[in-house]
Antibody, heavy 118, light 107 residues
Framework: EVQLVQSGAEVKKPGESLKISCKGS????????IGWVRQMPGKGLEWMGI????????RYSPSFQGQVTISADKSISTAYLQWSSLKASDTAIYYC???????????WGQGTLVTVSS | DIQMTQSPSSVSASVGDRVTITCRAS??????LAWYQQKPGKAPKLLIY???SLQSGVPSRFSGSGSGTDFTLTISSLQPEDFATYYC?????????FGGGTKVEIK
């Protein structure tokens, strides 16, 4: 069974750094892209970017370019989303997801809630 | 960027009703359109890909149609478990973009 399992909820203060993870299993991790999607409280879905773990080719949404860093460690089948300096507006649920046929996503991770508050 | 406009933003319906949600792309995306269902506290679930292909395991009461810029998700007979929020997403080009969502509520 193809699965994406994300790291647990985080509570951080503004200005702190953070790296959350997404571990893939049940498939060849290096052969499929993994994307990240943000969902702010009570809001819709926003695509942030995507990485190909095989060669670390990464594409970002212009809205998130320079705001976050997407990376992957293929030796442990894990993708990451990181921030160097969090803001309160980064409070959201972050999902990782694997493209299915083209660039639609299935499956999805369970989501990681990030809360940034002083 | 390709903008995805969904309508309506919410709909009230009863069990057994036929529900139609539309999604319009700001430019031609061929048939690269997906539909998702999201329930509170859960990750989105892929229902339809390629505008009209039913994802494995998804009930046949869900169907998708359209190509180019105009797309439709239809639930032929609404069931209690279908009350949720639905999103479209263009899968044609980066940056990938989602519609604003349609909340299907109980009438």
């Amino acid at each position: 069974e193809v699965q994406l399992v994300q790291s647990g909820a985080e509570v951080k203060k503004p200005g702190e750094s953070l790296k959350i993870s997404c571990k893939g299993s049940g498939y060849s991790f290096t052969r499929y892209w993994i994307g990240w999607v943000r969902q702010m409280p009570g809001k819709g879905l926003e695509w942030m970017g995507i990485i190909y773990p095989g060669d670390s080719d990464t594409r970002y949404s212009p809205s998130f370019q320079g705001q976050v860093t997407i990376s992957a460690d293929k030796s442990i089948s894990t993708a990451y989303l990181q921030w160097s300096s969090l803001k309160a507006s980064d409070t959201a649920i972050y999902y990782c997801a694997r493209p299915a046929v083209q660039w639609e996503f299935d499956p999805w991770g369970q989501g990681t809630l990030v809360t940034v508050s002083s | 960027d390709i903008q995805m406009t969904q309508s309506p933003s919410s709909v009230s319906a009863s069990v057994g009703d036929r529900v139609t949600i539309t999604c319009r792309a700001s430019q031609v995306i061929s048939s690269w359109l997906a539909w998702y269902q999201q329930k509170p506290g859960k990750a989105p679930k892929l229902l339809i890909y390629g505008a009209s292909s039913l994802q494995s395991g998804v009930p046949s009461r869900f169907s998708g149609s359209g190509s180019g810029t105009d797309f439709t998700l239809t639930i032929s007979s609404l069931q209690p478990e279908d009350f949720a929020t639905y999103y479209c997403q263009q899968a044609n080009s980066f940056p990938l973009t989602f519609g604003g969502g349609t909340k299907v509520e109980i009438k």
